[in-house]
T-cell receptor
Framework: NAGVMQNPRHLVRRRGQEARLRCSPM?????VYWYRQLPEEGLKFMVY????????ESGMPKERFSAEFPKEGPSILRIQQVVRGDSAAYFC??????????????FGPGTRLTVT | TQLLEQSPQFLSIQEGENLTVYCNSS?????LQWYRQEPGEGPVLLVT?????EVKKLKRLTFQFGDARKDSSLHITAAQPGDTGLYLC?????????????FGSGTQLTVLP
């Protein structure tokens, strides 16, 4: 029973490049959440997606950041024109939702983004 | 301002000692989770509490949810070096339709042999 998968585990980008982070949820989970952990800070919610639908993006920066969860394939968190302040660990979590009840969120190992 | 305040922020104890970590808020949560995170890894779920006053035990770990569902505690009995890690509380706010987790700042526990 594979857990939440994220890749790459480590990503180095130069300022101005694009970063693409991938997340495959646990088997049977159709809801995905992205969180960011900045150095010396706690985990902060970014976006919540269902297949082909963004449910809540209240934690996403207004510019340069986007997320999708297509019908087929992993969820993608995309950061355009990265800046040094984007350096952080990005975690994906998934949960099961049945009859409107949301079960616990299970986290992936994270992608550590370093912007040079 | 942190919605969930965890204390202490750092805790270093000797093997065999007991300890308690606190997670407090002025907001009500529909559920609260405790996670443990190792360096370079994602948070691993330990327990979920949903009912006010609920107590759950996981071997030497005891979790309690406050009666008003605004606070929680984690008590470890006879701590072992393997308990070392970052302990995070996280909750789903009762107000609104949000399902995202609000995290505390974490308690870094070090258990010395």
């Amino acid at each position: 029973n594979a857990g939440v998968m994220q890749n790459p585990r480590h990503l180095v980008r130069r300022r101005g490049q694009e970063a693409r982070l991938r997340c495959s949820p646990m088997k049977g989970h159709s809801h995905v959440y992205w969180y960011r952990q900045l150095p010396e800070e706690g985990l902060k919610f970014m976006v919540y997606l269902q297949k082909e639908n963004i449910i809540d993006e209240s934690g996403m920066p207004k510019e340069r950041f986007s997320a999708e969860f297509p019908k087929e394939g992993p969820s993608i968190l995309r950061i355009q024109q990265v800046v040094r302040g984007d350096s952080a660990a990005y975690f994906c979590a998934s949960s099961l939702v049945v009859a409107g009840f949301t079960y616990e969120q299970y986290f992936g190992p994270g992608t550590r983004l370093t912007v040079t | 301002t942190q919605l969930l305040e965890q204390s202490p922020q750092f805790l270093s104890i000797q093997e065999g000692e007991n300890l308690t970590v606190y997670c407090n808020s002025s907001s009500v949560f529909s559920s609260l989770q405790w996670y443990r995170q190792e360096p370079g890894e994602g948070p691993v779920l330990l327990v979920t509490v949903v009912t006010g006053g609920e107590v759950k035990k996981l071997k030497r770990l005891t979790f309690q949810f406050g009666d008003a569902r605004k606070d929680s505690s984690l008590h470890i009995t006879a701590a072992q070096p393997g308990d070392t890690g970052l302990y995070l509380c996280a909750g789903v706010l009762l107000a609104g339709s949000a399902r995202q987790l609000t995290f505390g700042s974490g308690t870094q526990l070090t258990v010395l042999p």
